[in-house]
């Protein structure tokens, strides 16, 4: 039987945190999960003879929630926390709580190295994580590991994953009833985000057609990519200088029309995830015109991520993982916020306004050392894609909570 008391928080969207606790009651450690909305009652089910007794729902307010999920892990002798994100208002209180119970806090996200990884890190990721930005230490400790391997692969469909939301969603509003006091951490609402993923899902034809036209502007010139991240993403909201993804936006645009040589195009590309109203066609345009770039500055609406940084000569973004995408093809990255791989030698040491004209490609060696230290201590290979993606996940998680600490960086 084990000796550990594991509370779940909110996890990803689908059956990932559901199928991991199954997985650690099965070996015997006790589970627990609060359910903060219906979405989250639906992706962590009450079935009967589940080894998910210990579910409860929070029916109070914010401001009741960081004294009742203290009192619940006094209650139940919780010595690990887990939950996807460590900046909602919710988890960010109960990470405090933990903390100063001396419980373990485990905090998945998406993964640092893109596709096929996750990340499970202790304490916090990116501005909040734990792993050094010392190039040095990342080659000490790579050194006494040994050489990555293949990589994984893990099946992934997007259909997949939108289902997984679009039924959290649509459970988080039927249940709105039973917890009328819950506040999303996210930016945008419900019934606001379905109606910009409905108007998308009927524009993919127009957006294939504008993808198309705005590519033939570009492909085979010069030109730098900026693909956009999410303005309900607290690695945005928390570890960078701005307030949103516009703001952002405009802050690269000016530098790029001051600095950037003549001939260079910059082409910023739509999240896959976006389903906001939000009309950045229209906004590229606006800033295209007002900075005198219209000839050189792009929007696709589509188009495959990988494929658009890989080609090139340099990325900028504020903090997305998209940033080891190009890394891992050599293109030189510029970060604007906090990032757990902005390690000197690894991204563009200058500010933007340099980066146009003379981009700094990452160390080769160095690079390499910082992605096995990472698959080592902090990475997970799997996806929520796929119930095969979500099997990788379980077990690499599952064995990654209940291992040692790792060792120190000596």
Request: hydrophobic share 40%; net charge neutral; with cysteine.
């Amino acid at each position: 039987m084990g000796d550990r008391s594991f509370l779940f928080l909110q996890g990803p969207h689908g059956a990932f945190f559901f199928r991991l606790g199954q997985a650690l009651a099965g070996e015997g450690h006790a589970v627990h999960r609060v359910n903060l909305n219906g979405g989250d009652r639906h992706d962590w089910p009450a079935r009967e003879g589940a080894n998910n007794a210990a579910t409860t729902d929070h029916r109070g307010t914010l401001s009741d929630w960081p004294d009742a999920v203290d009192a619940l892990m006094a209650e139940r002798g919780v010595t690990d926390l887990v939950l996807f994100g460590d900046c909602r208002p919710y988890h960010a209180a109960a990470h405090r709580a933990a903390t100063a119970r001396g419980a373990r806090v485990h905090v998945v996200e998406e993964g640092y190295i893109r596709p096929d990884y996750m990340t499970v890190e202790r304490d916090g990721v990116n501005g909040h994580s734990r792993l050094p930005r010392d190039p040095d230490a990342y080659r000490r400790a790579a050194a006494r590991l040994p050489p990555e391997g293949e990589p994984p692969f893990v099946p992934s469909s997007f259909d997949y994953r939108a289902r997984q939301t679009f039924r959290h969603g649509l459970a988080a509003l039927a249940g709105r009833w039973r917890f009328p006091h819950y506040r999303g951490h996210r930016t945008v609402a419900a019934p606001a985000e379905a109606l910009g993923w409905a108007l998308r899902w009927l524009g993919r034809g127009i957006a294939r057609r504008r993808t198309e036209q705005a590519s033939a502007k570009f492909v085979g010139r010069p030109y730098f990519a900026l693909p956009l991240q999410l303005d309900t993403d607290y690695q945005l909201r928390v570890h960078a200088p701005f307030n949103t993804v516009e703001e952002a936006l405009a802050h690269a645009v000016a530098s790029f029309a001051a600095h950037a040589p003549a001939d260079t195009h910059l082409v910023v590309k739509r999240h896959p995830l976006d389903g906001s109203l939000t009309n950045w066609a229209t906004i590229v345009a606006h800033l295209g015109r007002d900075h005198g770039v219209a000839d050189r500055l792009h929007y696709l609406p589509g188009r495959d991520t990988s494929w658009l940084v890989s080609e090139a000569r340099g990325v900028v973004t504020v903090n997305s993982t998209v940033g080891t995408l190009a890394l891992n093809a050599g293109v030189p990255v510029c970060v604007l916020g906090e990032a757990v791989y902005a390690v000197p030698g690894i991204v563009h040491p200058g500010p933007l306004d340099g980066f146009w004209a003379a981009p700094q490609a990452p160390d080769p060696d160095l690079y390499q050392a910082f992605r096995r230290v990472l698959l080592d201590r902090v990475l997970v290979a799997g996806g929520y894609g796929s119930d095969e993606g979500i099997a990788m996940l379980v077990d690499g998680t599952r064995d990654r909570l209940l291992r040692p600490e790792d060792p120190a960086w000596d």
